[in-house]
């Protein structure tokens, strides 16, 4: 079986891509489609399109543009790149034989604390796979992600705050480069929890999207499953309030497993979608791992802190059922962001500032938005620093997009004047080319582009994206 990088799986599998080095490189053609993107040469892509149809059937494999164009986009507000091919396979064995059944959990080493996934693995399926022996892994970014993917784009989330994130987590990857050679970034068959051994590979791959080399393994950090887990959540009746209490409870040392914020458009809209009731005001979803003793200081603690910032009641919510409940409010804002103007599309960017320096990043983008009369929730992981926004415009409006396209600039801007980063977790993809060159400065550029050139000289992974 053959495949190659623009042939894209649906529904069941998504965007496939950077699969080159299955391919003989030699027969990859310089000349580009009307994608800007280089195509493969006719006769291998012929006895790819025999080779699915033979899996498939014709029926399922189209090469039709409209239908390429289709699920060559995203959500996000930046036209899509369409793949060479789109298939439908009709079940689990179908999806085996197209992608090698890549989707194993190749090993869980238990006293080691660490687990080797392939690509096709997700952060729910690892952690369902590991309830049994008392361990979890804990990257949350909302999505059902998989494991390789997050490290292919550097991927955070709510548990950040104390666990880290992906990069954090990431012992050792099993990387194919460019030209064919595969690499494994901490050593063959190795499972340090720390290495001063050679260049930090592993990190150079970390949030590489795409650009440096495909991810087909990935070894990663597990932990032990708390003994109590409580969650809480408070309103606040300004923003500036809520955002104080995070500094205070930081700044005292406090071991919080999650700090969420989401401001009084971010609770609307998940009022609306999720059928809640909360107080349509700034709120913090706060969670508290450790034993029981641990929690129930901490929990004693932070309610304080928030009382001297105007904090209202804790709600709480001790059982699994009730804290599943809490936080699914949480991981549905996207859907119900965009629920808020049906047919809307949104400019979403994000940034990461210092602690110190997050009351005033998060009063100026506020103060942005309603300058310019936006509708822009606000939801983020303040535990680092880190919040989103998703800015939302009619897409038959270009004034309104640009609006939007404008105040996340200026949101990035201000991130860096405040030592901060033009991202914390969104990578830079297409949007943020240009900040990256201002956060970094030419010769900063200058050094990334020398690796790309070393490491992927024909510039087949995923072409045009991070920088120029």
């Known amino acids: 079986m053959l495949l190659c990088r623009f042939v894209q799986l649906r529904p069941i599998l998504g965007r496939i891509r950077n699969i080159e080095p299955i391919l003989n490189l030699r027969t990859i053609q310089t000349s580009q489609d009307n994608a800007g993107l280089p195509y493969l040469k006719q006769d291998v892509k012929d006895e790819l399109v025999r080779d699915l149809e033979n899996i498939l059937g014709p029926e399922n494999v189209s090469q039709s543009r409209s239908v390429r164009i289709q699920h060559g986009q995203d959500e996000g507000p930046h036209k899509g790149l369409p793949p060479d091919l789109v298939v439908w396979p009709a079940s689990t064995q179908e999806v085996s034989e197209v992608c090698k059944n890549m989707e194993e959990i190749s090993a869980i080493y238990n006293q080691d604390f660490c687990a ?28 059902n992600a998989s494991i390789c993917g997050m490290c292919a784009t550097g991927a955070s989330g709510t548990n950040a705050v104390r666990y880290g994130t992906i990069k954090e987590n990431v012992l050792n990857l099993e990387v194919v480069l460019a030209d064919g050679r595969i690499i494994q970034t901490a050593g063959i068959g190795a499972r340090p929890n720390k290495s001063a051994a050679g260049y930090n590979l592993s990190s150079l791959m970390v949030g590489s999207e795409g650009t440096l080399g495909i991810i087909t393994s990935a070894t990663v950090r597990l932990h032990a499953v708390p003994e109590t887990i409580a969650a809480a959540v408070i309103s606040f009746p300004t923003p500036q309030d809520a955002v104080d209490a995070v500094v205070a409870t930081l700044q005292c040392s406090v071991s919080m497993a999650r700090i969420e914020f989401l401001d009084e458009v971010q609770m609307m809209a998940c009022n609306k979608y999720s059928g809640l009731d909360y107080p349509q005001t700034p709120h913090l979803f706060l969670e508290f791992h450790g034993s029981q003793s641990e929690v ?9 802190i928030c009382s001297q910032f105007n904090g209202g009641e804790f ?32 400019v979403t960017t994000d940034v990461c500032v ?31 620093g880190n919040f989103h926004t998703m800015l939302l415009f009619d897409p038959e409006n270009q004034e309104e997009k640009i609006k939007c396209k404008d105040v996340a600039n200026r949101m ?57």
């Open 412 to 468: 990035a801007r201000k991130a860096l004047a405040l030592g901060g980063t033009c991202t914390g977790e969104h990578g830079i993809g297409l949007g943020k080319i240009d900040l990256l060159r201002e956060q970094f400065g030419e010769d900063g550029i200058s050094m990334m582009r020398s690796i790309k050139q070393s490491l992927d000289p024909l510039n087949l992974m995923n072409p045009g994206k991070v920088f120029i």
């Open 296 to 304: 129930e200081a901490q929990t004693e603690f932070v309610k304080d």
């Open 116 to 143: 080797v996934v392939q690509p096709g693995v997700t952060r729910e399926g690892l952690n369902q796979a590991l309830k049994a022996e008392g361990l979890w892994f804990p990257v949350d970014p909302g999505a």
């Open 354 to 384: 210092p602690i110190s320096a997050l009351p005033e990043m998060i009063r100026t983008t506020k103060q942005d938005i309603d300058d310019q009369g936006l509708l822009g929730p606000m939801v983020g992981h303040v535990g680092d």
């Open 315 to 346: 709600k709480w919510a001790l059982q699994q059922e009730d804290r599943t409940r809490l936080w699914t409010a949480r991981h549905r804002a996207y859907y119900a962001n965009i629920a808020l103007r049906p047919g809307c599309r949104s």
